[in-house]
């Protein structure tokens, strides 16, 4: 079934360690975008890539950094995990950035301790 | 700054009608989206809308007025299986979408 794939499901992580989140889209989409949920809260947009060999900065980007080395690949890494960084972080894909619907992988579900 | 309001909670019956409303105040406007999304799932795409005016498909309708900075999702002849948290977003100026936090939509039999 196309769509966007994330890895891993979930994890838990202690603090101060590195981790990468993979995102793995088989759409052809131009754009992609990181995204963490907390309860109560939007969705906050991380990091986004609107084609790729390009990205740019969202709302929360510190303490994340991402690659688009191609079209369908999108990893996000933490460097050095804090606790403030449990979240549920979702992956999306859209056609062309703006006013195209977005289409979201099943999250990872991530616990610093 | 930007900022979506949706109300956080929302009660309705099996078999009636609810509406759910999203105000915005964004630099800028180039469309708004509902999403759903259910309870440890990820968001779906339910309507876009960029003109003001009601945009229909199946039990769910959306309405736009631009002016009012208003937008409001209409789900008829509700179902156990709309339970889930509706998102408002809406794509500012630099064509970045900004998030409402969402309202959880609890259905009763």
């Known amino acids: 079934t196309a769509g966007i794939t994330q890895a891993p499901t979930s994890q838990i992580l202690a603090a101060g360690r590195s981790m990468t989140l993979r995102c793995t889209q088989d759409?052809?989409?131009?754009?992609m975008y990181w995204y963490r949920q907390d309860l109560g809260l939007g969705l906050r947009l991380i990091h986004y890539s609107n084609t790729a060999g390009t990205t740019g900065k969202g709302e929360v980007p510190d303490g994340y950094s991402v690659s688009r080395a191609n079209t369908d690949d999108f990893p996000l890494t933490l460097a050095s995990a804090v606790p403030s960084q449990t979240s549920v972080y979702f992956c999306?894909?859209?056609?062309?950035?703006?006013?195209?619907?977005?289409?979201f992988g099943d999250g990872t579900r991530l616990s610093i301790l | 700054g930007q900022n979506i309001d949706q109300p956080t909670e929302m009660t309705a019956t099996e078999g009636a009608i609810v509406q759910i409303n999203c105000t915005y105040q964004?630099?800028?406007?180039?469309?708004l989206f509902w999403y759903q999304q259910h309870a440890g799932e990820a968001p779906t795409f339910l309507s876009y809308?960029?003109l003001d005016g009601l945009e229909e498909k199946g039990r769910f309708s959306s309405f736009l007025s631009r002016s009012k900075g208003y937008s409001y999702l209409l789900l008829k002849e509700l179902q156990m299986k709309d339970s889930a948290s509706y998102l408002c977003a809406v794509t500012d100026s630099n064509y970045q979408l900004i998030w409402g936090a969402g309202t959880k939509l609890i259905i009763k039999p």
């Open positions: 999306a894909s859209s056609e062309g950035q703006g006013n195209q619907p977005q289409h």
């Open positions: 759409m052809r989409h131009n754009a």
């Open positions: 809308n960029v």
């Open positions: 964004t630099s800028g406007f180039n469309g």
